[in-house]
């Protein structure tokens, strides 16, 4: 029997799952058929879980403890061996690890621009004053100025993923024959832009976008429950966030 996992993850002021990160360990869990308790926690509230890196997702089983989407990953995959692998070999893995790196650093920052006024809107009114401070430091404008030149910017991005369109022209996956964390990882940043706005950031033609479509259909359609059957409120409302609570490391999103 495995122990119950329990995930920490943000959630819209409706209880939607929209972080892309913690879509990242959604999408593992289910890839591993592992149930899970969803926690509903605060932006300013996840210093309180008591981990080093202050960042969702962050998983509880037993007395373990790990957070980072690909720590979590590769925790999975050491424990449940009997599953399907997410990350596979060392070299399966070591791939992954660039997909994660452009992903971070070329897909998340646009779609943030893309999506930050919407997720404003979106969220727990408990949390929009962090949500403002933080994304503005990250986006260097206001997220008003980052929305106006959205169709700019949304032009720029489809053409710097192409990469990603040639790959899915050649093989189903990003992982090859066989969805793995590399897919999950880049379904997530559009999972995020998918439930944070009604903008639309790839055109329905486009082999990202089907590949994005046969991705939540995986798991029994996995990726289309996008509010938790349990869990709910965590720690939200508990109002005991310092400055010193900022996140070491978190990613941009
Ligand atoms: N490398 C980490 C990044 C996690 C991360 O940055 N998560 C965001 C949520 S989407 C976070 O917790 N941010 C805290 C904050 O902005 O205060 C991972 O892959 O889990």
């Known amino acids: 029997m495995t122990q119950e996992i329990i995930l920490y993850e943000l959630a819209a002021a409706d209880d939607t799952r929209f972080s892309p990160f913690c879509w990242r360990t959604r999408f593992s ?16 509230d996840i210093g309180e879980l008591g981990g080093a890196n202050r960042t969702v997702p962050a998983i509880r089983s037993g007395d373990t403890f790990v957070e980072d989407s690909w720590d979590i990953a590769v925790y999975l995959d050491q424990h449940y061996p009997d599953r399907p692998p ?7 893995k070591g791939v992954a690890r660039f997909v994660e790196c452009f992903t971070d650093k070329v897909i998340h920052p646009t779609i943030l621009r893309l999506v930050s006024r919407d997720v404003f809107d979106r969220m727990d009114p408990y949390d929009r004053p962090y949500f ?7 986006l ?35 992982s090859g024959a066989s969805p793995g964390h590399a897919d999950y990882i880049v379904m997530a940043a559009f999972q995020w832009g998918r439930l944070a706005t009604d903008f639309k950031i790839l055109e329905d033609d486009d082999p990202i976008a089907q590949w994005f479509e046969r991705g939540l259909d995986l798991h029994h359609g996995f990726g289309r429950k996008v509010h938790p059957d349990d869990g709910g409120p965590g720690f939200a409302g508990t109002g005991l966030w310092k400055a010193s609570m900022r996140p070491v490391g978190a990613g941009i999103c």
Do not use: Y
């Not at 058929?33 to 969803?38: D, I, M, V």
């Not at 997410?86 to 399966?92: D, P, Q, S």
């Open 29 to 44: 869990l289910a890839h591993k058929g592992l149930p899970f308790k969803s926690v509903h926690i605060g932006f300013t």
């Open 86 to 92: 997410l990350l596979g070999c060392e070299l399966g």
């Open 132 to 138: 403002r401070l933080s994304r503005e430091e990250m």
């Open 140 to 174: 260097g404008c206001s997220l008003e100025e980052a929305q106006a030149t959205r169709d700019q910017t949304v032009r720029a991005f489809r053409k710097a993923i192409h990469p990603i369109r040639l790959t899915l022209n050649k093989q189903p996956w990003l």
